[in-house]
């Protein structure tokens, strides 16, 4: 849940930093700032016959919302993701993460992963789930594995829960 846990302030300052770093004039910084703050922190949506004003996570429902936290905690990633060499891939999908990591020195192997996991910790608001390392993962609509050929296999996953529930045209 990304969306609705991420410290809105933070993302904000975030995103202006970044747009700052081009150390562009043709970029409206300040407009832009000022238009997140707007929208983030003014979302007022209605829930069956009451009435909200959203006061923690980005402004649900609104098109900025997946952009704001894309960007966001990609300004973090940006930071840590390079320290690591072990890391041979990392994709991110809003709050769905998925890496390959590889053991280059495995006497540091167990540290280097502890301070991985911490770095992806260490962006206020947000708690990641991390899953234990494997040769098979299931990420978005896909199960993606190590054979023992020491290859790449996917295949399409299905949730437990997808009940087919489609409505025919007719």
Known sequence: SMYTNLNIDYAIQCIKDYLLSFDDDTIPVAAINSGLKLLMRNNIFKFGDCIF????????GTPPAPPVAQISYGTHEIIFVPIYPQLLTYFRYIDDVFGAWTITNPAEDSQSWQSFQAHIQDFPGLTWDISKRTHQV?????????????????????????????????
Not at 53 to 60: F, H, K, P, S
Not at 144 to 170: C, F, M, Q, V, W
């Open 138 to 170: 299931n990420f978005l609509d896909l199960t993606i594995s190590i054979g023992a050929d020491n290859r790449i296999h996917t295949t399409l996953y299905e949730k437990p829960l997808n009940l087919h529930l489609y409505l025919p045209p007719h």
């Open 53 to 60: 004003l959203q006061l923690d996570g980005t402004a649900m």
